[in-house]
């Protein structure tokens, strides 16, 4: 959920960067910030709630099962289906209509997966 709600929100992916971030590090000037750290509280804090969102996440699950992974053996990384949801979720922030929404986050998972981009196994 950490991830997920962090990459979403700060388009970032390490976690690194969120301890950097809630100790107030501002990354270009390279010094850190009490108000860069608060905001970065409230900033997750709004991710998680996103993230939690009981129709954006069924909405979700409904286009992964669309895509043909009804079976959880047949999710060969948990991390692809996490930047998966990044992607689904960033796209509604944007607010691109749900068709196209659907067919990416999907595309996005299977060529994920396929390519084992997101994999620690070869």
């Known amino acids: 959920m950490l991830r997920v709600a962090f990459c979403y929100k700060f388009k ?15 990354f270009e000037t390279r010094s850190y910030e009490d108000a860069i750290a608060e905001a970065s ?13 009981e ?3 069924k909405r979700f699950v409904m286009i992964i099962k669309s895509a043909g992974f ?3 053996k ?3 990384s948990q991390n692809a289906l ?4 990044v992607l689904f979720l ?3 922030e944007i607010r691109m209509e749900d068709a ?3 067919r990416y986050a999907s595309r996005w998972l299977v060529m994920s997966i396929l390519l084992g981009r997101y994999s620690p196994f070869p």
């Not at 996490?82 to 949801?85: I, K, L, P, Q």
């Open 55 to 57: 129709t954006l996440f």
């Open 12 to 26: 970032r992916g390490k976690l690194s960067d969120l301890v950097s971030l809630f100790s107030g590090r501002n």
């Open 70 to 72: 009804v079976d959880p």
């Open 74 to 76: 047949l999710m060969r």
């Open 100 to 102: 196209l929404i659907e």
């Open 82 to 85: 996490n930047f998966a949801y």
């Open 41 to 53: 509280f409230l900033t997750l804090s709004e991710a998680v709630i996103t993230f939690m969102n």
């Open 90 to 92: 960033h796209l509604k």
